[in-house]
């Protein structure tokens, strides 16, 4: 988002449909990802304020753009902050920098940036990303022009702390197979993500993509089809998407009375290596990832190669009992969600499995009390290849925690 955009008749759509969830009670939280504006004619489409017939879908809204927009180019996005167009919500406006960076700071610039946009936005159930471009599923903060575009992780981070998501995104020139399947790209990141879309069609078409816990899936199908009900029917369509369960099947989500988690008996490191030639890859839970970027690795403490670059000790971890079938709905959102609400950070690992759930060490009782308390079942397991019983891996977790304590001392 530029401050030169704010009013753009893109602007009234986005807008008219936050206003909207609003007030359906849904708490707000907007991350501008605003960048510098670039003196092109971008946002010079205001034109609709001069016709009164655009007045219909939402006169206090149309009225409060035609104000902000009379100020020219002193315009911005936090006039609409604090016009309180929307009720409720919290806004984060810091700039990116990104392009204006050395290319070695923008990764950790942009971490920071986006730790601090969780702390202003963490009251919120509803995020909302506002990025110039919308969504790229190849780009990285470390790109030239990446500050223009919301990133999967991101996205995920939102989602796995307990909130839903709707990012901004284009259409663009992609065919309608290739744009079909650019709506769920996001479900090879949060595999029981429910997504909905809806597209507002004047102008450049703008598609908002709704990425939903599964056990919220109905409310805001729900909302947003009553907002299509409204006088904004004349400018929004309906998307549809595949792979989303079914009404009928939203009785087969998984509640937590029906989950078994495991304490494994490990004490985790999270890495980053050169090259995997000092992995053993045959040692129990050594999970490697790599991609374009980075070579990661996470495995127990002990195992750690002498060639890593960066290590982040002191994870313990859970894993979800059983095998998972793909089509299992709310599994690991459910988990997330508990301890997302108890203040525990996690870092998730999803096998063709399972999914193990790593907290830090100094957060594991909590962890383990929050679980518990909504209703996970701690299952004791049979005997493991070194003679130790399931039973038993609590008491080696704090054990393991009491021996890393005074190796670091």
């Known amino acids: 988002m530029k401050n030169q955009y704010t009013g753009d008749i893109g602007d009234y759509g986005k807008y008219g449909l936050l206003r909207f969830l609003a007030r359906q009670g849904i708490r707000i939280g907007i991350n501008w990802y605003l ?5 092109s004619a971008d946002g010079k489409y205001t034109s609709y304020l001069e016709n009164p017939a655009e007045r219909v879908c939402d006169p206090e809204l149309f009225d409060a753009l035609k104000e902000i927009v009379s100020h020219g180019k002193n315009k911005s996005v936090k006039m609409v902050q604090d016009a309180g167009l929307i009720s409720g919500a919290e ?18 610039d942009r971490r920071l940036w986006f730790n601090n946009s969780t702390l202003i936005l963490g009251d919120s159930e509803l995020i909302f990303a506002d990025p110039d471009n919308g969504i790229s599923f190849t780009k990285t903060a470390r790109n030239k022009d990446g500050e223009k575009f919301v990133l999967p992780e991101e996205i995920c981070r939102y989602y796995y702390e307990g909130r839903n998501v709707v990012y901004y995104c284009h259409k663009g020139r992609r065919k309608q197979e290739d744009w079909e399947k650019a709506k769920t790209q996001i479900r090879q990141y949060i595999r029981d993500a429910q997504i909905l879309a809806v597209t507002f069609c004047r102008g450049t078409q703008r598609s908002y993509i709704f990425v939903i816990h599964p056990d919220c899936y109905q409310k805001y199908e729900q909302m947003l089809k009553e907002f299509l009900q409204t006088e904004w029917c004349r400018m ?3 998307e549809t998407v595949k792979g989303n369960v079914s009404t009928a099947g ?6 937590s009375t029906r989950i078994s988690i495991e304490v494994l008996s490990v004490l985790f490191s999270v890495c980053k290596v050169p090259d995997y030639s000092g992995v053993d890859i045959g040692q129990p839970f050594v999970f490697i990832g790599s991609t374009d970027e980075e070579k990661s690795l996470v495995c127990p403490y002990e195992f750690v190669p002498a060639n890593t670059t960066h290590r982040d000790d002191g994870w313990v971890g859970f894993r979800i009992c059983g095998e998972l079938e793909f089509s299992l709905i709310g599994v690991l959102a459910g988990i997330s969600k508990v301890l997302a609400e108890n203040e525990v950070g996690i870092f998730v ?10 907290v830090k060490k100094e957060n594991f009782e ?13 299952r004791t397991t049979p005997m493991d290849n070194s003679g130790n019983k399931g039973e038993e891996n609590e008491r080696k977790v704090s054990k393991m925690r009491r021996r890393n304590d005074r190796r670091n001392l």
């Open 236 to 238: 929004f369509r309906w």
């Open 349 to 358: 690992i999803s096998t063709y499995n399972t999914d193990y759930i790593l």
């Open 250 to 255: 939203m009785n087969m989500l998984i509640d």
């Open 35 to 39: 960048t510098d504006d670039d003196n």
């Open 366 to 378: 909590k962890a383990s009390r929050a679980l518990r308390e909504a209703g996970y079942i701690f």
């Open 91 to 108: 806004y984060f406006g810091e700039k990116l920098k990104g392009s204006k960076l050395e290319v070695s700071a923008r990764e950790w």
